[in-house]
């Protein structure tokens, strides 16, 4: 099993950052592929960004791309997602999610979730 909390949500204004925190436990985190998904009001969970076990390849969703970064780092259990330039439409509730397979886009590849922390941006 693995247990996914996240944490760093929050109010911004358009323009604005915000740096989300994803805390693991459980089995070999280390060995996981991890994923951000999101899912705005009234709307299906979407792909954000995703991670390899090593930290050598990532994904980002063409949405995100040049403003949110996916890191991780496996000494700290720990995954993030920088959140720059932020824009009313990134308002969502942001999942953390991990898989033992490759780095994928479709979030039935995930097998584990977080509760999910909410990101609201003003305009």
């Known amino acids: 099993q693995v247990q996914l909390v996240e944490s760093g949500g929050g109010l911004v204004q358009a323009g604005g950052s915000l740096k989300l925190s994803c805390a693991a436990s459980?089995?070999?985190?280390?060995?996981?592929?991890m994923g951000w998904f999101r899912q705005p009001p009234g709307k299906e969970r979407e792909f954000v960004a995703a991670i390899s076990w090593s930290g050598g390849s990532a994904d980002h969703a063409d949405s995100v791309k040049g403003r949110f970064a996916i890191s991780r780092d496996n000494a700290k259990n720990q995954v993030y997602l920088q959140m720059n330039s932020l824009k009313p439409e990134d308002t969502a509730v942001y999942y953390c999610?991990?898989?033992?397979?490759?780095?994928?886009?479709?979030?039935?590849?995930?097998?584990?979730w977080g509760q999910g922390t909410q990101v609201t941006v003003s305009s």
């Open positions: 459980g089995r070999t985190v280390s060995a996981l592929s």
């Open positions: 999610a991990a898989t033992p397979h490759l780095v994928a886009r479709g979030w039935s590849n995930y097998a584990y």
